[in-house]
């Protein structure tokens, strides 16, 4: 039951909080410099007492400070992120850690449908080093249980293609625009690949790549939301109800201003570990923005909700005057108003005053949804900016590995190919 679940989430964060104030460095000065001791946290939200932590809080400091005492690295499995900002952060936990959360994500693959028997192939990046799964999860891949395929998304699309022939999985999965170039290749000359599921994360998944994938592939899709520091965060709700929160595995906060947003807003993601006690993670900055849904899913399960994911905080625009706006704030309604005739789309960020979207159509699209556009993106910038509309190839689009949506200004490697074709 939710009352359940909410005693269970309180528990998991008092053992949480205690532990990490007596045996990590870190915590223990965050907590005395802040004036809180650990039995003032007893639910969730009194961690508002507490300041958030960035990943840069804990990256730069010495690893004996955020790990737990006693805590062996080398016995740990080891998760590196990808270092999208240039700067990678390598993640600790115990095996048994590891085991547990997931789990979490095992029990949200069943919801959706996935099989034990299923062969899952993810088209995503390299497997770094350091993500090694220990012996478990070396027994379940031979062992058949969810045997995972991982194939090197930076290929092109018809050698992607052939690699998951061979394969021949049963879930197919993987970063969004990846399984966007895929879809577009088979939907020009065709493939033997026949998932019964198809699964996305790591990346922003849009309307337009939702339905080009399901289209393609004629398989329900499902998103996941995670980040390495807790695996599972959120899951696509099995009815179409948004996402649930994995409030057994974290606790949640989508904050704006220092405050918690009302149901229906936007906001960053902090999110707090209720089973991190190797290398804690309480009230830390994921960098994600998200819109807070309703506390219990329409579907009568116990889990709060996510209506939507829309980006990361680094994906801010700086304007003149001092002003923010995240590009979602425009793209969001141009994809429910105009998804039809648009294929994909970039916004870049050239100057502080020149704002440019790119556009590949699926078809010629008529002036006057052209000037809506043109409208929204004007008056959402101010008049201070110039803000340029332009139509690209549909092939300009094919780039290596993920793809970078809104580009803010100084992160013009993100750009890609499309530079060459502009129409």
Not at 173 to 196: D, F, K, M
Not at 320 to 339: N, Q, S, V, Y
Request: glycine letters at 10%; proline letters at 5%.
């Amino acid at each position: 039951s939710k009352q359940d679940l909410i005693a269970f989430r309180n528990r998991m964060l008092q053992a949480v909080v205690h532990h990490a104030y007596r045996n990590v460095d870190y915590y223990r000065g965050l907590f005395d410099d802040s004036g809180v001791k650990p039995a003032d946290i007893r639910c969730a939200e009194d961690l508002r007492r507490l300041p958030c932590t960035s990943k840069d809080d804990l990256r730069y400091r010495d690893r004996a400070s955020v790990l737990s005492r006693g805590t062996n690295a080398k016995s740990c499995v080891a998760r590196r992120t990808s270092g999208s900002s240039g700067k990678p952060f390598t993640i600790f936990r115990h095996p048994s850690e590891e085991h547990l959360v997931n789990f979490f994500r095992i029990r949200a693959y069943r919801q959706v449908g996935f099989r034990v028997s299923d062969r899952i192939a993810s088209v995503t990046e390299r497997p770094m080093q350091g993500r090694a799964s220990g012996l478990p999860g070396r027994m379940r891949q031979a062992l058949g249980i969810h045997r995972r395929y991982v194939v090197d998304c930076s290929q092109p699309a018809a050698r992607i293609i052939q690699a998951l022939e061979k394969i021949e999985p049963g879930v197919f999965g993987g970063y969004p625009s990846a399984l966007a170039r895929v879809a577009e290749e088979i939907e020009l000359n065709g493939s033997t690949i026949r998932p019964r599921l198809l699964a996305t994360g790591g990346e922003v998944l849009t309307t337009t790549t939702r339905e080009l994938a399901s289209n393609a592939l004629n398989a329900p899709l499902y998103d996941f939301y995670g980040a390495h520091e807790f695996n599972l965060l959120a899951w696509q709700c099995p009815a179409g109800d948004g996402y649930h929160v994995c409030d057994d595995n974290v606790i949640l906060e989508v904050i704006k201003d220092g405050k918690e947003v009302d149901e229906g807003d936007s906001g960053e993601v902090v999110a707090t570990s209720l089973h991190a006690f190797h290398m804690p993670f309480i009230r830390y900055r994921l960098g994600d923005i998200a819109t807070k849904g309703k506390e219990r899913c329409g579907c009568g399960q116990p889990f709060s909700t996510l209506t939507g994911i829309e980006g990361r905080t680094v994906e801010y625009f700086r304007l003149p005057g001092g002003r923010r706006i995240h590009p979602f704030e425009i793209t969001g309604p141009l994809i429910d108003e105009e998804g039809s005739w648009i294929h994909r789309h970039q916004m870049i960020q050239k100057e502080v005053d020149n704002v440019v979207l790119r556009i590949s159509p699926r078809y010629e699209p008529q002036g006057k949804s052209l000037a809506r556009l043109q409208e929204r993106g004007e008056n959402a910038l101010g008049p201070r900016v110039k803000f340029t509309i332009e139509l690209v190839d549909k092939t300009a689009w094919d780039s290596d590995g993920k793809f970078s949506p809104y580009v803010p200004l100084g992160n013009q490697g993100s750009i890609g190919a499309v530079d060459q074709d502009v129409g």
